[in-house]
């Protein structure tokens, strides 16, 4: 079970900020207890403990801003165009932080590609990282948001404008194309999210 390195009070206060509904313990050992998603968290008097199948979806919540993630982000189509999904994993010293997949309708590879990485970035926003270090498998994409392959199509360009927007958030980040093996998290979960479409 993951343990939440932070005072329970000041934890409490983050969780409240968030919208989620904190609760008193329910023994005499629990200070409160909160659930959000598949997440539920129990303080105690020196740590705040999470447990639950995706303890994620309160630790993003939990954990201290800043520091630096590896964000690992994959898109695929079925048909290019066809049904399509994305995936992302966020991964910290302390392991896989956060991920996420869904489908996201018809459309091209390359626009899942764009659509993986925009959420990745999202989500590392959203966790308060001041660092990113964004890793795919498109070799285009990583080269199109680089400067180093121009877009041509005006869909691609507007992603990419989007993909820098958020980019820019951070104090620094890089953008790696990486063989699909190093990938292997962010695609299982896009490829996960096409078959229980």
Not at 49 to 65: K, N, Y
Not at 141 to 153: H, L
Request: charged content about 35%; hydrophobic content about 35%; glycine content about 8%.
């Amino acid at each position: 079970m993951p343990t939440a390195d932070c005072d329970p009070d000041e934890a409490r206060r983050r969780l409240e900020e968030a919208g989620v509904d904190v609760e008193e313990g329910n023994t005499e050992y629990e200070r409160w207890r909160a659930a959000r998603g598949e997440a539920n968290a129990v303080a105690y008097d020196d740590k705040v403990v999470v447990q639950g199948a995706r303890p994620t979806d309160l630790l993003a919540i939990l954990r201290e801003s800043g520091g630096r993630a590896h964000v690992y982000f994959d898109g695929a189509s079925r048909g290019n165009p066809g049904p399509a999904a994305v995936g992302w994993a966020i991964v910290t010293s302390e392991g896989i932080v956060g991920e996420g997949s869904e489908t996201i309708g018809e459309t091209t590879n390359n626009r899942a590609e764009y659509e993986a990485l925009i959420r990745a970035l999202e989500a590392a926003a959203e966790f308060g990282f001041d660092e990113v270090d964004a890793r795919g498998d498109s070799e285009l994409i990583v080269k199109q948001v680089r400067g180093e392959y121009d877009a041509n199509s005006p869909e691609l360009r507007e992603r990419r404008v989007r993909v820098r927007e958020l980019l820019e958030r951070f104090d620094r980040w890089t953008l790696e194309h990486v063989p699909r093996e190093i990938n292997d998290r962010a695609d299982s979960l896009a490829n996960e999210a096409l078959d229980h479409a």
